[in-house]
């Protein structure tokens, strides 16, 4: 079998870290396979990169890369690839070591550099990426023709957004009540102020299962436990 100094003589070398780690576009992914069965040092290029890519495997959660991610990954794999070639056939050769101490062989660097290279881009998209939410429209109280609200809810948490609206009374603050069927309303420690704009944000902490509404009243300073003015806002959550 063809040793992999040889690999760098095949232009589809370039493929091998992204087919692994399931980068390659499903047309790019057909071919690449139709391409192993006939070449036996891109087959061997997979075996020298699989231990890395496993290892990347078992600790990060599958997603689906955006597009923008796959192509700096792909960026930085030809980037790596660029340097083994330059560094001419005998560059992935083991050198002489001593007895019980190994260097690795830059095939298996390369490897490595690419799954890192992957946790990397993976950790920056489930930071910078929005987790999944979903957005439901309030209505506010016709006294506040300009006033607009949403509720923003995830799987961990509610946020209230508002906007265009009044400040609370002289000596009040909003809160955040929530309804459940056949229940009276529960408070919450949900309390806010708006700025002079009109905006303002709060988080709403308590669960939202099985509830059907959530309502904003103007309540004395530092909240009460029963409302004690009519709902300035009320989004139907279920």
Do not use: N
């Not at 576009?25 to 040092?41: F, G, K, Q």
């Amino acid at each position: 079998m063809s040793g992999i100094g040889d690999s760098l003589h095949c232009e589809q070398r370039t493929l091998g870290a992204a087919f692994l780690l399931g980068a390659l576009e499903p047309s790019e992914h057909e071919r690449y396979e139709e391409h192993l069965r006939t070449c036996a040092i891109c087959r061997q290029e997979l075996q020298e990169l699989r231990p890395s890519v496993d290892a990347l495997c078992l600790g990060v959660t599958e997603m689906q890369a955006p597009p923008q991610v796959r192509d700096r990954l792909m960026e930085i794999v030809r980037q790596e690839e660029s340097v083994l070639r330059a560094a001419g056939p005998q560059a992935d050769r083991p050198t002489a070591a001593p007895p019980r101490r190994r260097w690795p062989r830059p095939a298996l660097a390369f490897g490595s550099a690419v799954a890192a290279a992957a946790v990397a881009i993976g950790i920056l998209v489930g930071v910078s990426g929005p987790p999944s939410e979903t957005v439901i429209a309030a209505q506010v109280a016709a006294a506040v023709p300009h006033g607009h609200a949403q509720v923003r809810e995830s799987s961990t948490r509610a946020e209230l957004v508002v906007a265009g609206m009044p400040q609370p009374p002289a000596g009040k603050i909003y809160q955040v009540w929530l309804a459940r069927p056949g229940r009276s309303p529960e408070p919450t420690d949900a309390l806010f102020s708006v700025t002079r704009s009109g905006s303002g944000s709060v988080a709403v902490l308590q669960s939202l299962h099985g509830v059907a509404q959530l309502m904003v009243t103007a309540e004395p300073d530092g909240g009460s436990l029963h409302p004690t003015s009519a709902p300035i806002i009320i989004a139907t959550l279920h």
